[in-house]
């Protein structure tokens, strides 16, 4: 008997970016560096396995607080995603999931989001809103300068008010 391919979505992000892992992971980790390239918001995960990713947003209102599921710096990073706006509170967790690889003096970061309801209303706004940050965190550890945000007017405000 066979089984079918899994209905769930999953996106997957691949870069390269030359930093050390260590310097990736600590702009992934830290809430200074994350400000600066994550368009204003401040990434808290440095804690082990069981301890808590934050992130509050640039009006400094708590929008995740997640767990965080496996920590092995600098190589492999996961932890829960389930942002605290109202308009999200029914649709379940999902995963994010980090492996930095060193490679020929940068290092390749593979970004994995997972375990998403089929029709998952997050997962559309994940599979823009990642290319954005990882873009902006590729510019910042490579030049010393994140991006401006590209999300439009309606999603900047949605994510400054809503939590």
Same mark, same amino acid.
């Given at each position: 008997m ?24 600590e ?5 200074? @560096?994350s400000?600066q ?10 804690? #082990?396995k #069981? ?10 209102? @708590? ?14 990073l996961?932890? #829960?995603w &389930? ?16 492996? @930095?690889?060193?490679? &020929?003096?940068?290092?390749?970061l ?18 823009? #809103? ?6 902006? @965190? &590729? ?6 300068r994140?991006?401006?945000s ?14």
């Amino acid at each position: 008997m066979s089984r079918s391919a899994n209905p769930m979505p999953t996106f997957v992000y691949v870069t390269y970016i030359a930093a050390s892992p260590e310097k990736v992971w600590e702009a992934l980790t830290k809430p200074e @560096l994350s400000e600066q390239y994550w368009f204003g918001y401040r990434v808290q995960a440095d804690g #082990g396995k #069981g301890g808590r990713m934050t992130a509050h947003n640039s009006a400094g209102k @708590l929008a995740h607080d997640d767990p965080i599921i496996e920590s092995d710096p600098p190589k492999r990073l996961v932890y #829960g995603w &389930k942002p605290l706006y109202r308009d999200l509170l029914d649709e379940r967790p999902s995963r994010v999931t980090f492996t @930095l690889e060193p490679f &020929k003096g940068q290092t390749k970061l593979t970004v994995m989001h997972d375990e998403f309801d089929e029709g998952s209303r997050m997962f559309e706004m994940i599979s823009a #809103g990642w290319p954005a940050v990882l873009s902006s @965190l &590729k510019s910042y550890l490579e030049t010393g300068r994140g991006l401006k945000s590209s999300w439009n007017d309606e999603a900047q405000k949605r994510a400054a008010a809503e939590v």
